[in-house]
Nanobody, 121 residues
Framework: VQLQASGGGLVQAGGSLRLSCAAS????????WRWYRQAPGKQRDLVAA???????DYADSVRGRFTISRDNAKNTVYLQMNSLEPEDTAVYYC????????????????WGQGTQVTVSS
């Protein structure tokens, strides 16, 4: 199983970006998706999460500006980021809690490779 994140880039404050993260491999189901971010010199923080039922949760700093969504048919999660601020500058990582389509249906966690988001003031 692999996660491939994309969609990062450079944007001016007030702008928007949409991140995507696609899972591939022997996947039976994806229980939960999360987006984290890590700014230079800081710890990796949870930004947004969506569970198998579609319930979402957000960090206070992004609530009302970011929207997480999932496409189960495509095994993909999205993070729509609006009204971006310089403080949102970070490497964004996707995370998935996956039940694999192999013997025993093991459940494992996977990380994407990270995508850089830079917001200029």
């Amino acid at each position: 199983v692999q996660l491939q994140a994309s969609g990062g880039g450079l944007v001016q404050a007030g702008g928007s970006l949409r991140l995507s993260c696609a899972a591939s491999g022997a996947i039976f189901s994806i229980n939960a998706w999360r987006w984290y971010r890590q700014a230079p010199g800081k710890q990796r923080d949870l930004v947004a999460a969506v569970n198998s039922g579609g319930s979402t949760d957000y960090a206070d700093s992004v609530r009302g500006r970011f929207t997480i969504s999932r496409d189960n048919a495509k095994n993909t999660v999205y993070l729509q980021m609006n009204s971006l601020e310089p403080e949102d500058t970070a490497v964004y990582y996707c995370y998935a809690d996956i039940r694999e389509r192999t013997y025993g249906r093991p459940r494992n966690n996977y990380w994407g490779q990270g995508t850089q988001v830079t917001v200029s003031s």
